[in-house]
């Protein structure tokens, strides 16, 4: 079973910036695509941003030209930087495939914008 780990979430003021990491325990992305998912309290998971295979990048439209993601293919690392940052922003972050998520999900990390 392939390992997700999310970090580097934390507490920051509106139009902060946070930068998120994701582990994964093998390497799977010049296979699949891979995404950030988010889910805020009382909604559903929503993807919000996604790198395929080739580099192609993909964001929902309330968080682009805010974030971007990467990865290091060398580190099986998956980032998201998040650029003013917004309470709505605020969230548990997930990593996993962009299409056909594993039925499982790593711990998340809880991103809360708020003064």
């Known amino acids: 079973q392939v390992q997700l780990v999310e970090s580097g979430g934390g507490l920051v003021q509106p139009g902060g910036s946070l930068r998120l990491s994701c582990a994964v325990s093998?390497?799977?992305?010049?296979?699949?695509?891979m995404g950030w998912y988010r889910q805020a309290p009382g909604k559903q998971r929503e993807l919000v941003a996604a790198i395929t295979s080739g580099g192609s990048t993909h964001y929902t439209d309330s968080v682009k030209d805010r974030f971007s993601i990467s990865r290091d293919n060398a580190k099986n690392t998956m980032y998201l930087q998040m650029n003013s940052l917004k309470p709505e922003d605020t969230a548990v972050y997930y990593c996993n495939k962009a299409l056909s998520p594993y039925p499982y999900w790593g711990q998340g990390t809880q991103v809360t914008v708020s003064s």
């Open positions: 093998k390497n799977i992305f010049s296979i699949y695509p």
